[in-house]
């Protein structure tokens, strides 16, 4: 088993327990810090709901179990938080007032999460994933013979068979795994692969489906180094549209909140031709 495939195990397997196959490392290691995920999530944009006057996230209200919750949205799909945004506005209500639609990056979501951990007086930062990548994921599972049509998390795509390169700061190529939030996109790094190679073309690339949430999990408690080649691939509707704000707003001061940058961007290892990009095209 390839050292590729063996994370690729790891990040994607069922259940409460993630274990690794056994790699073999250089030197002791630990599992990565919230801050070094927190920088792995940096660049995958989200949108909330922000009032600039105050300063202030807006903050929802939720009723379970006779209990209300105090919940943070943001949204993988920018489309889903203006839509919640506009619901608001027409019902008139009070957290409608002076918000607008912001990007964040998924790491500011990602640390104000595990700091609100434990503490139900304070609002708990939730991502709510795209509802048609959730489809996609649910039909991934109905194809493998699981019977169970509830998908919870954040689906995240990926390709354990392509093998990708990042060129690492010593400058030799270090080997990644791409975890895709649209599986259009994906495919469409892999299809566009194939046209660069021909060997690969003849081979096939299955393509596997686990959750953001789980894949967070393993990089936090995993102590294999290895588990450092997990890189977050935002989609690219969302990057084309943090590219073109910012490319529109000549005032940084007004920038900061679209503040996520493109993927960094490998290129397929052991190919004659240089693959495409695995980070959504702009």
Same mark, same amino acid.
Do not use: C
């Given at each position: 088993?390839?050292?590729?495939?063996?994370?690729?195990?790891?990040?994607?397997?069922?259940?409460?327990?993630?274990?690794?196959?056994?790699?073999?490392?250089?030197?002791?290691?630990?599992?990565?810090?919230?801050?070094?995920?927190?920088?792995?999530?940096?660049?995958? +944009?989200? =949108?909330?709901?922000?009032?600039?006057?105050?300063? %202030?996230?807006?903050?929802?209200?939720?009723?379970? &179990?006779?209990?209300?919750?105090?919940?943070?949205?943001?949204?993988? #799909?920018?489309?889903?938080?203006?839509?919640?945004?506009?619901? /608001?506005?027409?019902?008139?209500?009070?957290?409608?007032?002076?918000?607008?639609?912001?990007?964040?990056?998924?790491?500011?979501?990602?640390?104000?999460?595990?700091?609100?951990?434990?503490?139900? #007086?304070? +609002?708990?930062?939730?991502?709510?994933? &795209?509802?048609?990548?959730?489809?996609?994921?649910?039909?991934?599972?109905?194809?493998?013979?699981?019977? #169970?049509?509830?998908?919870?998390?954040?689906?995240? =795509? @990926?390709?354990?068979?392509?093998?990708?390169?990042?060129?690492?700061?010593?400058?030799?190529?270090?080997? $990644?795994?791409?975890? @895709?939030?649209?599986?259009? #996109?994906?495919?469409?790094?892999?299809?566009?692969?194939? %046209?660069?190679?021909?060997?690969?073309?003849?081979?096939? $690339?299955? $393509?596997?489906?686990?959750?953001? &949430?789980?894949?967070?999990?393993?990089?936090?408690?995993?102590?294999?180094?290895?588990?450092?080649?997990?890189?977050? $691939?935002?989609?690219?509707?969302?990057?084309? @549209?943090?590219? /073109?704000?910012?490319?529109?707003?000549?005032?940084?001061?007004?920038?900061?909140?679209?503040?996520?940058?493109?993927?960094?961007?490998?290129?397929?290892?052991?190919?004659?031709?240089?693959?495409?990009?695995?980070?959504?095209?702009?």
């Amino acid at each position: 088993m390839t050292r590729i495939h063996s994370i690729a195990t790891a990040v994607g397997l069922a259940g409460g327990a993630l274990v690794a196959s056994v790699l073999t490392a250089v030197a002791p290691a630990i599992a990565l810090t919230q801050e070094e995920v927190a920088r792995k999530l940096n660049n995958v +944009p989200v =949108f909330t709901l922000f009032n600039p006057e105050l300063k %202030k996230f807006a903050v929802a209200s939720l009723e379970v &179990d006779g209990k209300s919750i105090s919940l943070v949205p943001s949204y993988v #799909d920018r489309t889903d938080a203006e839509r919640l945004l506009q619901e /608001q506005r027409s019902a008139n209500t009070a957290i409608a007032k002076g918000v607008e639609v912001r990007t964040i990056p998924l790491s500011l979501v990602f640390l104000e999460s595990e700091k609100s951990k434990n503490k139900p #007086d304070q +609002p708990a930062f939730q991502v709510v994933p &795209d509802e048609d990548e959730i489809k996609i994921a649910l039909q991934m599972q109905a194809a493998e013979g699981k019977k #169970d049509q509830n998908w919870r998390g954040i689906p995240l =795509f @990926y390709a354990p068979n392509l093998g990708i390169t990042l060129k690492g700061a010593d400058g030799k190529p270090q080997p $990644i795994l791409p975890m @895709y939030f649209s599986r259009a #996109d994906l495919e469409t790094y892999v299809a566009e692969a194939k %046209k660069g190679d021909a060997a690969l073309a003849k081979t096939q $690339i299955p $393509i596997k489906v686990t959750t953001l &949430d789980r894949v967070l999990q393993t990089l936090l408690t995993n102590n294999d180094p290895a588990m450092n080649q997990v890189e977050f $691939i935002p989609p690219r509707a969302s990057l084309e @549209y943090v590219v /073109q704000s910012q490319r529109q707003n000549a005032n940084p001061q007004n920038a900061k909140p679209q503040n996520a940058k493109p993927a960094n961007q490998p290129a397929a290892p052991a190919q004659k031709k240089q693959a495409p990009n695995p980070a959504p095209k702009k």
